[in-house]
């Protein structure tokens, strides 16, 4: 993955869990704690978006076109 490229939502889950298993283990030295913290906080915002974004797409596929709400459908008697 280049530098400029932003991880799936998955990779970024999985790496976040790799960082916070490696500070965890308490024996990690201080420039590199600082490193994972950075890079940890940047997936984190990545994660968040990629969130944020999947709630908008949902809202809007439950919306319709027409304005009315999914839910507001009434159901059908089979």
């Known amino acids: ?10 990779d970024a889950i999985e790496r976040l869990e790799e960082i916070v ?3 965890e ?4 030295p201080l420039a590199q704690l600082v490193d994972q ?4 906080t940047k997936l984190a915002k990545a ?5 944020k974004e999947a709630e ?3 809202a809007l596929v ?9 839910d507001e ?6």
């Open 56 to 58: 908008s797409r949902i």
């Open 73 to 78: 459908f009434p159901e059908s008697e089979d």
């Open 37 to 40: 913290f950075e890079q940890g």
């Open 47 to 51: 994660c968040n978006e990629r969130l």
């Open 1 to 10: 993955m280049q530098q400029d490229e932003q991880p799936t939502f998955e």
């Open 25 to 28: 283990e308490g024996d990690t």
């Open 62 to 70: 439950r919306k319709g076109q027409d304005g009315i709400e999914l």
């Open 21 to 23: 298993a490696s500070m």
